[in-house]
């Protein structure tokens, strides 16, 4: 099949007179400059993928479509068969793949223009938080109200995880503050189609005989499954015993937990691991 196709290639760019040319050697992706500036991230899904395709080989079986000493040039290997398999793996139409080769350098100058204008805006923040620190020489904190003095030791920790942030260009840092009124709140991913992002304490409960017992609140983001072998403990503490039954949503069940149960006779229930079972309708 492959082969006949390659055939009727060959047959088309025979026809039309196109010829092929073996471009230079390209550049190391470290020394590849981009259109706007700055180098290719080498841990990019294209660029992993291009390094595991063998393309000197590719390039010998794709010049041998070709006639080799008049014509029209024919694209190089790399632009044709990289088009080819961004297509396949985004699922687009051929006039979707040529609108996002085309929209690609604009959207690296918007990346650029944005990263511009954070650093200038955190630029100001700083001199302002500076000119503050100097004043404070003078004339001391004594002149802020409590709420004043507070909000400017939430503000200059606030520009020192942005600058922090924009320094290593991350989106995530620990303990990160989103609101000056409310430093504490933290946000919470849920990966919800409603809603991606939750914010509020977490909180870790269980219920025995009627009697609720909170085991940890907590305003930073964790895992809840890690708190199942401490609340069982402190159950075999007050009762002598383990719990014959333990009811639990499906974050708790992760392997260990469950091996964990299965160790001191513990029926963990709840839904199973994985995915669920479609229906037939």
């Not at 929209?103 to 302002?128: D, F, H, M, S, W």
């Not at 006779?265 to 994985?274: D, E, N, V, W």
Request: charged share 35%; aromatic share 8%; proline share 4%.
């Amino acid at each position: 099949m492959h082969e006949k196709r390659g055939e009727r290639l060959k047959t088309r760019a025979l026809e039309r007179g196109m010829m092929y040319r073996v471009p230079e050697k390209v550049p190391e992706f470290e020394k590849f400059d981009m259109v706007f500036g700055g180098r290719l991230n080498r841990q990019n899904r294209w660029v992993i993928l291009a390094d595991l395709i063998p393309w000197d080989k590719v390039e010998e079986k794709y010049a041998q479509l070709f006639v080799t000493n008049n014509g029209r040039p024919a694209l190089p290997v790399r632009v044709t068969l990289g088009a080819l398999i961004v297509k396949e793996k985004k699922k687009i139409s051929d006039e979707e793949l040529v609108e996002d080769i085309r929209e690609g350098p604009y959207l690296k100058r918007r990346e650029k223009t944005i990263r511009k204008a954070l650093k200038k805006q955190l630029q100001y923040v700083e001199r302002n938080v500076r000119i503050i620190s100097d004043y404070k020489e003078i004339v001391g904190f004594g002149v802020l109200t409590r709420k004043q003095y507070r909000d400017l030791t939430v503000i200059s920790e606030l520009v020192r995880q942005q600058r922090e942030l924009y320094t290593r260009k991350s989106r995530s840092i620990e303990g990160r503050i989103l609101s000056i009124s409310k430093p504490h709140v933290r946000p919470i991913a849920r990966g919800k189609a409603r809603m991606l992002y939750e914010f509020g304490a977490k909180l870790s409960v269980s219920l025995v005989d009627g009697l609720t017992e909170v085991h940890r609140l907590s305003r930073e983001p964790y895992n809840e499954n890690q708190d199942l072998k401490g609340q069982i403990e402190t159950y075999r503490q007050r009762y002598g015993r383990h719990p014959e039954v333990v009811c639990a949503e499906r974050i708790y069940r992760t392997r260990e937990n469950l091996r964990y149960c299965q160790e001191y006779g513990i029926r963990l229930s709840g839904p199973k691991l994985g995915r669920p079972l479609s229906r037939s309708v």
